[in-house]
């Protein structure tokens, strides 16, 4: 008869070299794809500097050269002392806690880099990793605040 058996696998039924081909070329063609995403950096009308996956429309922005970059559970203190300015902040752009701790740092001139985990999916994963649960996150060096409270950013930062 000419059925195909449900589970071809189970029956030792095998594929004709051509259908072999086809499934290899196929295989291989996924493996061998590798994951490209451009950061731009952009600066807004404040002067914070912003890296994202989607450059703010209407500003002009620069493609960042980032290479080998990996995605990984590393300790904070190792984190911030090799590649993250003194202040990080994961938010988002609706948050009003995120909103206070900005006027905050822009009233103080504290430089900080701000990651928008809705808008970039590197940051949101970074936030993942680090166990983020709430917004905003803030990284001072080694030291890690959730939410916003200027007392307890000054306690870590000062």
């Not at 890296?51 to 703010?56: L, N, Q, S, V």
């Not at 911030?80 to 740092?105: D, G, L, Q």
């Amino acid at each position: 008869m000419g059925f195909a058996p449900r589970y071809p696998w189970r029956t030792g039924w095998k594929l004709q070299e051509p259908e072999r081909m086809k499934y290899l070329v196929l295989i291989g063609v996924v493996f061998s794809c590798s994951a490209h995403a451009e950061i731009y950096k952009w600066t807004d009308p404040s002067g914070q500097v912003h890296y994202g996956e989607r450059p703010e429309p209407g500003r002009p922005a620069q493609t960042v050269d980032v290479e080998d970059a990996q995605v990984g559970s590393v300790p904070i203190g190792q984190a911030a002392a090799k590649t993250a300015p003194k202040v990080v902040m994961y938010a988002t752009s609706w948050c009003p806690y995120c909103r206070k701790a900005r006027t905050y740092f822009r009233d103080n001139r504290i430089a900080y880099t701000e990651y928008d985990i809705e808008r970039d999916r590197g940051a949101k994963r970074r936030y993942d990793a680090l166990g983020g649960r709430g917004i905003p996150v803030i990284l001072v060096g080694d030291k890690r605040l959730d939410g916003f409270d200027v007392s307890g950013f000054e306690s870590l930062y000062r």
